[in-house]
């Protein structure tokens, strides 16, 4: 009960800090995606620290890491600016309820295992993500229906403005599917480095990159495929 409450109290903070640096400028959006970026860079080469004793080897493949976050940094930034900031959180939230799904879905239904990578992972779990990734587009078409607000004008961008349901469901389940890759991606760095999470940044939770391997992983795909 101690690590649930932990884990509540740090997703109400996390959650709060995310909304107010999104929606009060570009400013401290590019301020909040560069101090999660390099507490996940420092993370990271502490694993790779421990996978590899080669101090050189270690460093360049952090140094490729922190090339591929700048990515990340970019991607973020400029859905944030052509699209808009309810755009990034619905993208946001397509991620997290993923995650939430597969967590939920994995843990009362369990059954085979998805991946050696990862054996905490399995098949029900990962349908469970697909699934909740839907969650995001059925509230906002649900608030559409019940309050007559048009949220799509806030979104400036396809294919969510337009309104085509078919291809907004294809981007949740491609988001989730990208989001889980980028889960088994950072899980199988540290099964090798033999450790259950990346840190201990945040209470309850481990480190601060368990929390954004699938944001990481889904917004440059999002950029660089499908904007």
Request: net charge positive.
């Amino acid at each position: 009960m101690n690590n649930l409450q932990k884990r509540i109290f740090t997703s109400i903070v996390l959650i709060a800090i995310v909304l107010n640096c999104l929606f009060i400028s570009s400013i401290t959006w590019l301020i909040l995606l560069s101090i999660a970026s390099l507490i996940s860079l420092y993370e990271f080469f502490f694993i790779i620290k421990k996978i590899c004793k080669n101090s050189l080897i270690a460093i360049t493949i952090s140094t490729l890491g922190a090339f591929y976050l700048l990515f990340f940094i970019n991607s973020a930034l400029n859905i944030h600016k052509t699209n808009g900031e309810f755009f990034v959180l619905f993208i946001l939230l397509i991620i997290i309820f993923s995650d939430i799904g597969g967590y939920v879905v994995g843990k009362f239904i369990g059954g085979v295992k998805l991946t050696k990578i990862s054996p905490n992972k399995t098949i029900s779990g990962s349908i469970g993500s697909f699934l909740f990734s839907l969650f995001p587009l059925g509230f906002s078409i649900l608030i559409v229906n019940l309050s007559g607000i048009n949220l799509w004008k806030y979104v400036s961008c396809y294919p969510v403005c337009l309104g085509i349901i078919e291809d907004s469901v294809v981007l949740c389940l491609v988001l989730s599917f990208v989001s889980q890759v980028g889960d088994l991606i950072i899980s199988y760095f540290k099964r090798l480095a033999k450790v259950k999470d990346t840190g201990k940044f945040l209470p309850g939770h481990g480190g601060f990159l368990d929390r954004i391997d699938g944001i990481i992983f889904a917004i440059p795909f999002y950029y660089f495929f499908w904007s």
